[in-house]
C-alpha cells in the first residue's frame, strides 16, 4: 500500500511541464545591466513623459541604497542584477484593430496553451489584453468597454493618453520605497496593464491579461494599476505561463488596486511560471508585490491566487483596509512540487472601523519541494469592530518536502477578534481506502482528496478561469486532477 | 539594621549605554572571582559563551524573536554587579516563607542570585537523589556537571544564554538517580532584594535519570519595589522514561525585569510537563527551547499571564521534534489590560525523520482595553510527512453573548466579567496536576483578576504596613 502510494505520488509528481515551448519573435532589446542609462533607454523607447522618467530615476535611486531582502523562507542563487536585460519588446510594434492581424505565431503560442485568444473571445464575452514580454500586442472588446467609459489599455497606452490618471495614483498603493523588489520594478518596469472603472460603472466584461516570459535572460517587470471609482464593480484575472528556459528568469511585478466608496474589485490570477526541471535547474523567480487598499467606506477587494509554477514565489498579495466596513478577501491554493520553494500568504492591515477580512489558504507540497504561508493580520488602535479570520491548511504529499506557516497577529484594540486556524497533514489513509473501496484507484482517489481539499478556494475563481486552474493543478500534480 | 551591599573590588557600577562592553570588561577584571570553583570544562563552555556574547551582544527588536521587546530602556540602569560568592547558611524562613500552606515540599531559596542554605549547601537524600548549590556541585560530583553542564543551553542562537553562561557562579543543582521518584516537589524561591539595581544571572541544572520522576516548583519573587534585572538558564535534562513536572509562578514588582531561558533536553518515552504562570511583572521575557531527541517523547507546556499597567509579557516557545512518534502540546492564554502587552511567539520544527509526530499549538488572548497589545506569531515548519500538526492563535474579548446570559441572570457586569475572565483562565490553572498549588493559584488567579493582588501576598511576614512597601531583611539575624 505504501509503497504503491509513493509510486502513484511519484508518477503523479513527476510529470515535466507541458507548456515549456519557445516561441520564436524577434526581440528589441535593451544592453544587459541596470544603470541610469538603460532607465533613460527604457523611458525613451517608451516615450514617457517626464514625471514617469523622474518617478524611475528616483526609485532606482533608491533600489541601490537597499539590500536583497533574505528573510523569505526559500533558497536560491544571488541574483545578478547587471547581468540581466531589463528591456526587450517583439519588434514588431503592432497596432491591431482585429486578431487577424496579429502575428499567426503568437495566436499559436496561446493555442498551445489551450486557451486560443479568439476562444476567449467567444468564451463568455472576456476581453483579452495579451501581453508578451512587456509590449500589449493585442486588445479585444475595446468597444464595449469603451462605451461604459471603461479605460482598459496597456500601461504604456495609459501613460500617453491618460497621464494624469497614472500620474495621481501610481505608487498610492505600492510606494517605490516598499521594499526591494517594488523600488526595482519601480524603476525598470517595462509594461503592464492600466484598468479604470468611473463611478457608478458595473464593468460589463470580466477583465483578463496573459502574460509570458519570452525571451531567455530577461527580467519581466510588470506593472498592473487598477482604479475603481465610487460605487463601481469589476472582476480583473491575470494568468501567466512561461516556456522552458534554462536560466532563470527574474519577474518581479507590482500590482495595485485601489476601492473607492462602495466599490468592489476582484481580482483572480493563475500563476504558471515555468518552475525548472525535476533537479531544481531554471525556472522563473517570482518576486512580486501586490497590494490593494479599500480607501472609501464600504469598499472590497478579493484575491484569488492559484499558484503551481515558479521556482521560488515570493508573493504576499495584501489589503489596506482604510474605508470604515470595508472588507478584504484572500484565496490562495499553492501547489509546489519538485525542488519548488513558494513563500506566499497575505497581509490584512485594518485601519478603518468594523472591517473584516477572510484568509483561506491552501498549501500542497509534494517532492522535495518547500511551501511556506507567511501572513500578517494587523489591527490598529482605531480599528474598532474589526475581524478576522484565517485559516490555513498544508497538505504534505510524500515524505520529503516541507509545508510552513508563519502566521503574524498584531492587535491592537479590544473590539477586534482575530482568530487564525491552521492544520498541516498528508492525505488521510482512512479517506484514500474509503474512496478506493468503492473501486476508485489510487490515482483517482488521490484526484478526488487534493480536488476537494482545493474546491473551496478554486470556487471562488471566475468559471472562465476555474477550468484553467483545475488543468494547471492537474498538470502540476499529474494524474490526481480532474 | 538594613543590607546594604558593601563596596568592594567585587562590585561595580556601570553605565548601560555600553553596558555590554562593561560586562566584558568586568570579566576580564573579575575572571578569578567568577570562574571561581567551576570545573575545567565549564569554565572551557564559558569561554565559548563569552566569545558568543561578544559577537552577539544583547538581543535586538531585529531579530525575529526579539521584534516586540525591546531590552534596552531596562539596560538603561546603573545596575551593581556583585561576583562574590555571597552563597550562605541563613535561616531563610526568618525573611521569606512560600504561602501555599499545604504544599509539603523540599524548599530551596536563592537571593539575589545566590544560594541560600539551611544547613549544607549540598543535600544528599536517602534515595539518592541530589538537591543543592550548583557551584558546590561542581566540587563535589564534577563527573556529573561536566556530562550535563551547557550540553542543552544553546548559546548559539540565544544571546540572553549566552551572557548568562559567560557569568554562571550558581544556581540550583538537582540529580535524581535512575529509577528515582522524588516523593515530594522540589521548590525553587527566587528573591530579589536589594537596595541598588541589581543584575542577577542565577543557573540551574536539573538532571532525572532514567525511570525517575520529579515535581519542580520554581517561584520568582521580589521583595522591594527597585528595579533589578534577572537573566537565568536552567537546563532540564529528561533521561529515558523521566517523568518531570515544571511549574514556574511569577510574581514580582512593577519595576522587576526577568528573562528566563529554559532548555529542556528530553530522551526517549521522556514526559515533560510545564506551567508558567505570570501574575506580576514589569517585564517578563520567557524563553523555552525543547528538543525532543529521541522517539516516543511527550511535551506538554501550559502558559498563563495576566497582565495590566504598562508590564510586557513576552512567552517564546520554541519544540523541536528530531524524533519520531513525538506529541507536543502548547497552551498558552492571557488577559491584558491597560496598557500591557503580550507576545508569543511559538514554533514547531518537525525534522525530516520525525514520523507520526502530533504538535498542538494555541494561543489566546483577551484584551480588556483599546491600549493592550497582543502580537501573536504562532509557527509550523514541517519537513515530515506523516504529521498531525495544528496552530490556532485568537485575540479577542469576553464574549458578549456570554455576558448577556449572566447578566440576565442577575450578576453585575463587574461581577460578570471577572466570573468570565477566571474561567478562561480556569483553562490553564486546571491543568496543575499538584493539588495544593493549583488551589492557591487558582485563589491568586482569581485575586489577581480582581485586582487584590500585591506582591506582599505572597510573603508570610505580613508587615503591618497596609502599603506594599520596601521590605528589609535584617541581616544581623542571619
Not at chain 1, 533607454?41 to 533574505?70: G, N, V
Not at chain 1, 483572480?268 to 487598499?293: A, C, H, L, M
Not at chain 2, 515530594?184 to 540551574?204: C, D, G, S, T, Y
Request: charged residues 25%; glycine residues 6%.
Amino acid at each position: 500500500m505504501e509503497n504503491e502510494s509513493n509510486k502513484i505520488l511519484e508518477e503523479v509528481t513527476g510529470s515535466e511541464y507541458k507548456y515549456g515551448f519557445y516561441t520564436d519573435i524577434e526581440m528589441d532589446q535593451a544592453p544587459p545591466g541596470l544603470t541610469e542609462d538603460t532607465i533613460r533607454f527604457i523611458s525613451a523607447k517608451k516615450k514617457e513623459p517626464d514625471f514617469m522618467l523622474e518617478f524611475r530615476l528616483k526609485a532606482f535611486r533608491h533600489w541601490q541604497t537597499l539590500k536583497e531582502p533574505e528573510w523569505a523562507h526559500v533558497k536560491y542563487p544571488r541574483i545578478k542584477y547587471q547581468d540581466l536585460i531589463y528591456y526587450s519588446a517583439p519588434r514588431k510594434q503592432p497596432k491591431y484593430d482585429s486578431l487577424d492581424e496579429v502575428d499567426p505565431e503568437l495566436l499559436e503560442t496561446f493555442e498551445k496553451l489551450g486557451i486560443p485568444l479568439d476562444e476567449q473571445k467567444a468564451l463568455a464575452g472576456v476581453a483579452v489584453d495579451a501581453v508578451m514580454d512587456s509590449v500589449s500586442v493585442g486588445s479585444t472588446f475595446k468597444k464595449t468597454l469603451e462605451e461604459h467609459g471603461v479605460i482598459f489599455c496597456s500601461f504604456s497606452e495609459a501613460l500617453q493618453k491618460h497621464p494624469e490618471l497614472i500620474k495621481k495614483h501610481m505608487g498610492s498603493v505600492v510606494p517605490y520605497r516598499d521594499n526591494f523588489f517594488a523600488a526595482l520594478n519601480s524603476a525598470v518596469f517595462s509594461d503592464g496593464s492600466f484598468a479604470y472603472i468611473p463611478k457608478g460603472v458595473r464593468c460589463p466584461l470580466e477583465l483578463s491579461t496573459y502574460f509570458r516570459i519570452n525571451a531567455a535572460n530577461t527580467g519581466q517587470f510588470e506593472r498592473t494599476l487598477i482604479v475603481a471609482e465610487e460605487g463601481s464593480y469589476v472582476s480583473y484575472m491575470e494568468g501567466c505561463t512561461a516556456p522552458v528556459r534554462d536560466e532563470n528568469q527574474l519577474h518581479a511585478a507590482i500590482v495595485e488596486i485601489i476601492a473607492h466608496k462602495d466599490a468592489e474589485v476582484k481580482y483572480s490570477t493563475v500563476q504558471n511560471w515555468w518552475p525548472g526541471d525535476k533537479e531544481g535547474k531554471g525556472g522563473v523567480y517570482n518576486f512580486v508585490t501586490k497590494r490593494g487598499i479599500c480607501e472609501g467606506e464600504n469598499a472590497k477587494i478579493s484575491w484569488t491566487q492559484v499558484e503551481t509554477g515558479s521556482a521560488v514565489t515570493w508573493k504576499y498579495p495584501s489589503l489596506v483596509l482604510k474605508g470604515d466596513n470595508s472588507a478584504g478577501e484572500f484565496y490562495s491554493v499553492a501547489v509546489t512540487n519538485n525542488m519548488q520553494q513558494a513563500d506566499t500568504g497575505t497581509k490584512m492591515i485594518h485601519l478603518g472601523k468594523n472591517t473584516r477580512s477572510t484568509i483561506i489558504s491552501k498549501g500542497i507540497s509534494a517532492g522535495r519541494s518547500n511551501n511556506s504561508y507567511r501572513g500578517l493580520v494587523k489591527t490598529t488602535r482605531n480599528a474598532e469592530n474589526a475581524r478576522n479570520f484565517s485559516q490555513c491548511d498544508s497538505l504534505l504529499l510524500g515524505d520529503q518536502c516541507g509545508a510552513h506557516t508563519f502566521p503574524y497577529l498584531d492587535v491592537g484594540n479590544r473590539s477586534s477578534i482575530v482568530e487564525h486556524e491552521a492544520t498541516t497533514s498528508k492525505i488521510s489513509e482512512d479517506q484514500l481506502f474509503y474512496c478506493m473501496q468503492r473501486g476508485i484507484d489510487m490515482e483517482g482517489a488521490i484526484g478526488l482528496i487534493v480536488n476537494g481539499y482545493a474546491k473551496e478556494v478554486l470556487s471562488k475563481l471566475p468559471m472562465e478561469f476555474a477550468v484553467e486552474a483545475q488543468k494547471l493543478l492537474s498538470i502540476s500534480l499529474e494524474g490526481s486532477v480532474g | 539594621m538594613v543590607y546594604k551591599p558593601e563596596a568592594s573590588d567585587h562590585m561595580d557600577t556601570i553605565q548601560t549605554t555600553l553596558i555590554k562592553d562593561r560586562l566584558l570588561d568586568l570579566f576580564e577584571k573579575q575572571q578569578e572571582a567568577i570562574r571561581g570553583s567551576a570545573t575545567p570544562m565549564v569554565n572551557r563552555i564559558r569561554q565559548h559563551a563569552l566569545s558568543r556574547f561578544r559577537k552577539n551582544g544583547f538581543p535586538t527588536p531585529q531579530l525575529e524573536n526579539w521584534r516586540f521587546t525591546d531590552l534596552k530602556p531596562l539596560l538603561n540602569t546603573e545596575f551593581v554587579f556583585d561576583f562574590s560568592n555571597k552563597s550562605r547558611s541563613m535561616d531563610i524562613e526568618k525573611i521569606f516563607t512560600c504561602d501555599v500552606y499545604d504544599l509539603d515540599t523540599f524548599s530551596i531559596t536563592l537571593l539575589n542570585g545566590w544560594f541560600v542554605y539551611k544547613n549544607a549547601p549540598l543535600t544528599k537524600l536517602t534515595n539518592g537523589t541530589i538537591i543543592g548549590s550548583l557551584a558546590k556541585a561542581m566540587e563535589v560530583y564534577p563527573e556529573l556537571t561536566d556530562q550535563y553542564f551547557g550540553r542543552a543551553a544553546k548559546v548559539e542562537q540565544h544571546e540572553m544564554a549566552a551572557l548568562n553562561t559567560a557569568f554562571v557562579q550558581d544556581g540550583l543543582f538537582i540529580h535524581v538517580p535512575d529509577g528515582v521518584e522524588v516523593e515530594k516537589p522540589i521548590q525553587l524561591i527566587n528573591i530579589v532584594n536589594a537596595e541598588h539595581p541589581v543584575f542577577l544571572q542565577p543557573r540551574h541544572l536539573v538532571i532525572a535519570g532514567k525511570n525517575s520522576k520529579m515535581t519542580l516548583v520554581h517561584c520568582d519573587h521580589s521583595l522591594t519595589h527597585n528595579v533589578s534585572f534577572t537573566n537565568t538558564v536552567m537546563e532540564i535534562f529528561a533521561e529515558e522514561n523521566a517523568t518531570v513536572e515544571h511549574y514556574k509562578i511569577q510574581n514580582k514588582g512593577r519595576n522587576s525585569a526577568l528573562v528566563t531561558n529554559n532548555f529542556i533536553h528530553q530522551k526517549k518515552s521522556s514526559n515533560v510537563y510545564t506551567n508558567m504562570v505570570t501574575l506580576n511583572g514589569g517585564f517578563t521575557k520567557n524563553i523555552l527551547d525543547i528538543t525532543l531527541s529521541e522517539p516516543e517523547c511527550q511535551s506538554e507546556h501550559y502558559g498563563l499571564y495576566l497582565v495590566d499597567s504598562n508590564q510586557h509579557v513576552d512567552n517564546q516557545v520554541y519544540i523541536d521534534h528530531a524524533a519520531p512518534d513525538c506529541h507536543s502540546n502548547q497552551l498558552y492564554k492571557g488577559i491584558l489590560d491597560d496598557e500591557a502587552r503580550a507576545v508569543f511567539s511559538g514554533k514547531v520544527l518537525v525534522r525530516r525523520n520525525a514520523q507520526r509526530t502530533v504538535a498542538h499549538q494555541n494561543n489566546k488572548n483577551i484584551l480588556l482595553t483599546d491600549d493592550a497589545k497582543a502580537n501573536t506569531q504562532p509557527h509550523l515548519e514541517i519537513y515530515a510527512d506523516d504529521v498531525k500538526c495544528s496552530h490556532g492563535a485568537t485575540v479577542g474579548q469576553l464574549d458578549p453573548e456570554a455576558m448577556f446570559y449572566l447578566r440576565s441572570r442577575g450578576l453585575c457586569e463587574r461581577t460578570a466579567r471577572q466570573l468570565m475572565m477566571i474561567a478562561f483562565a480556569g483553562e490553564v490553572v486546571s491543568k496543575i496536576n499538584i493539588e495544593a498549588l493549583q488551589e492557591r493559584i487558582q485563589h491568586l488567579v482569581e485575586k489577581r483578576l480582581k485586582g487584590e493582588l500585591s506582591i506582599c501576598d505572597q510573603c508570610v511576614l505580613h508587615c503591618n504596613s497596609k502599603e506594599p512597601t520596601t521590605f528589609n531583611i535584617d541581616m544581623s539575624k542571619i
